[in-house]
């Protein structure tokens, strides 16, 4: 149940970062609302999921997911570079965090 939390923590995380550029593309209540609501679910899913988890291995994955789906999506959804150097190097973040997981 701790990697089910851990990994739902992740993907708020992601969808706050996506927020936060709505946000300053749209200056409006709603935008800020699901900013706050998004990260506020990550943070809570976070603790929930370090009740059980090692607190490193939990922030480690807890941060690849948010960092590398965050460059996913501003790749996918904004035109940002998709430069295989780029997309190796998110790899290597996603590589990593499976590779806690299967030691944890």
């Not at 480690?60 to 590398?68: E, F, L, M, V």
């Amino acid at each position: 149940m701790a990697w089910i939390s851990l990994v739902a923590a992740g993907l708020f995380e992601m969808f706050g970062v996506l927020m936060i550029n709505r946000l300053h593309q749209k200056k409006n209540w709603q935008s800020a609302a699901l900013l706050v609501l998004g990260f506020t679910a990550s943070f809570l899913l976070l603790a929930q999921a370090m009740k059980t988890l090692p607190m490193g291995t939990a922030y480690a994955i807890w941060t690849g997911i948010g960092a590398s789906g965050g460059a996913i999506l501003g790749m996918l959804l904004y035109g940002e570079s998709k430069d295989w150097k780029r997309i190796f190097f998110i790899a290597l973040i996603l590589g990593a965090a499976i590779g806690l997981k299967l030691i944890s």
